[in-house]
């Protein structure tokens, strides 16, 4: 694709990479902001929220992380926002996730609404990119980038590096939204079928199964009520059955990677 020469392409790989298996979802955020994606994209503030979607079906800001902006201006932001008429459209539409906004466009009515005078003019912005994150329909974040008065527009260039990153960031955010109901994430049967291809124990694979949803060593020990010495063992059992040396390599052997789930036999 014209759009990235190639080291972009390994650079973007390894964003992916480290948004599926950052520690937690709030360190990916920060990362994402103020490490990552800096390299790939320019920008002079940001925010990155995750989406929660009310009984009522509105949606509610949850965990909202900002770049270059006081925590006055986030609040500001994730109020005008939730008022904002194109915002709502924006999420619930599955036409496009991706979109750019820019004062001097011809047309833009953007200098005319509430957000623009209370969040926009005072941070000097005059240009953004935005993407709309949803798994399967469902929306799950929103990713907000912006540029000062004097910069060029986002192009077309950048718009194609957050679609790039969209399902990576979709499957990551609906995981830590289902954390605990790992059949969310398995295929129907997946389960049963890696325990037959790597000859696992009924408690090897229970013991995967935790793993999956994020229990660490000690959380299993008193889930199962056995020691930390026969958690290690089992684990280093499981290694050695995927021909893997860590939790993390076996991690990458499961479909909990945008690159391996099969979305269309997800549960």
């Not at 500001?76 to 619930?92: E, G, L, S």
Request: proline share 3%; net charge negative.
């Amino acid at each position: 694709m014209a759009f990235l020469e190639e080291n972009e392409w390994i650079l973007l790989n390894e964003v992916a990479y480290n948004i599926s298996f950052i520690y937690t979802v709030e360190e990916m955020q920060k990362a994402i902001l103020n490490r990552w994606l800096p390299f790939l994209i320019s920008y002079d503030a940001a925010v990155f929220s995750r989406l929660s979607v009310t009984e009522d079906g509105d949606f509610e800001f949850m965990d909202t992380e900002g770049y270059n902006l006081s925590l006055q201006s986030i609040q500001v932001w994730k109020n005008q926002t939730r008022k904002d008429d194109a915002f709502r459209w924006m999420i619930y539409s599955t036409n496009r996730s991706t979109f750019a906004e820019d004062i001097s466009q011809p047309g833009s009515r953007l200098q005319d609404s509430e957000i623009y005078h209370t969040f926009w003019e005072p941070n000097d912005l005059s240009c953004s990119a935005g993407l709309c994150i949803a798994f399967r329909e469902e929306p799950m974040g929103f990713l907000r980038l912006y540029r000062k008065s004097g910069s060029t527009p986002f192009s077309p260039r950048d718009l194609f590096v957050l679609e790039q990153l969209r399902m990576h960031f979709a499957y990551r955010l609906a995981y830590e939204a289902k954390k605990g109901d790992s059949r969310y994430f398995y295929a129907k049967g997946y389960q049963e079928k890696l325990c037959r291809q790597y000859g696992l124990t009924a408690r090897e694979g229970e013991m995967l199964d935790l793993a999956v949803q994020g229990w660490s060593n000690d959380d299993i020990s008193k889930q199962l009520s056995i020691s930390i010495h026969t958690v290690k063992k089992h684990f280093q059992s499981i290694y050695a059955k995927m021909h893997v040396r860590n939790r993390v390599q076996m991690l990458q052997c499961l479909p909990i990677s945008t690159s391996k789930v099969n979305f269309d036999e997800l549960q």
